[in-house]
């Protein structure tokens, strides 16, 4: 290619995805043309790596994948060194310990691994766990690995600010609630998408003024924030909170919005 190469990194839910699960034709025609130019297209979700999975595959991407917001970076051509965060097993056992009151259950992950304190098929759906080994009870009696993401059920949504106080006594841990669904995301501070997506740029020697963002939710912010053109989708969450300095895409996820983003960003490519 005669231009250098872009590194364009996308979330999926609300931003890549329409409401069938599924990838817009004239998205992905634009996507899969841009690849064949010789530009990067990366993945970065909150989802499970298993989740993603479909998508990399459906677009042929060779490049390393971001999970669970960061906290995992996944590369399948091993060209790349991959990437997991851990959290310390006694910090959640003792947290789940003090708001054993507040907490209906939690979900722990890591790759191959499910951990909850009792069984729920509604939770276990919601968290894409097909093929996933899954242990339930006391975590002080089966939690044997550091989890690489911590998901909590309050009793009531009542909780949530017991729960967010004694997770701000831990130094680098915050919690994040979600708008879409009744849980509660604990995450480091230290690592999130941005995290992971300068450690693909530098794999891949792309500079900044060559990285291009899409998202459409708060765990997306810091990452756009990182791009040279980061674009928060129209009528997302994002968008209605009005962050400064983040760029706005032609259309929403459901209107061929990163089609309409890149056709316009054309002259770059």
């Known amino acids: 290619m005669n231009k250098e190469p872009y590194l364009i990194a996308i979330d999926l839910d609300g931003t890549l995805i329409d409401d069938k699960k599924d990838i817009s034709p004239m998205t992905f025609k634009i996507l899969k043309e841009l690849i064949n130019k010789g530009h990067h297209i990366v993945l970065a979700s909150g989802r499970p790596y298993k989740a993603i999975l479909p998508y990399k595959e459906k677009l042929g991407l060779k490049t390393p994948t971001i999970a669970y917001n960061g906290a995992a970076i996944i590369d399948d051509d091993d060209t790349f060194a991959s990437f997991t965060y851990h959290y310390d097993r006694n910090v959640i056992i003792n947290i789940v310990h003090d708001l054993k009151d507040e907490i209906k259950n939690v979900l722990l992950e890591t790759l191959d691994e499910i951990w909850m304190l009792k069984e729920d098929k509604d939770i276990l759906k919601t968290f894409f766990h097909e093929g996933v080994k899954t242990h339930f009870g006391p975590l002080e009696k089966i939690l044997d690995k550091d989890p690489i993401t911590f ?58 003024d060559h990285i291009i963002a899409f998202g459409d939710m708060d765990n997306d912010l810091k990452m756009l924030k990182l791009a040279k053109y980061g674009f928060m989708m129209k009528d997302s969450d994002l968008a209605k909170a009005k962050p400064k300095d983040i760029l706005l895409s032609e259309e929403s996820y459901d209107k061929e919005g990163i089609y309409l983003t890149l056709k316009k960003l054309e002259h770059l490519f």
């Open 151 to 208: 998901i909590i059920e309050p009793n009531t949504p009542s909780y949530n600010d017991k729960i967010n106080r004694r997770i701000n006594e831990e130094k680098y841990l915050r919690c994040r609630f979600w708008s879409f669904l009744p849980f509660d995301e604990v995450y480091d501070v230290r690592v999130d998408k941005s995290f992971a997506l300068k450690k693909i740029a530098a794999h891949l020697k792309i500079k900044k």
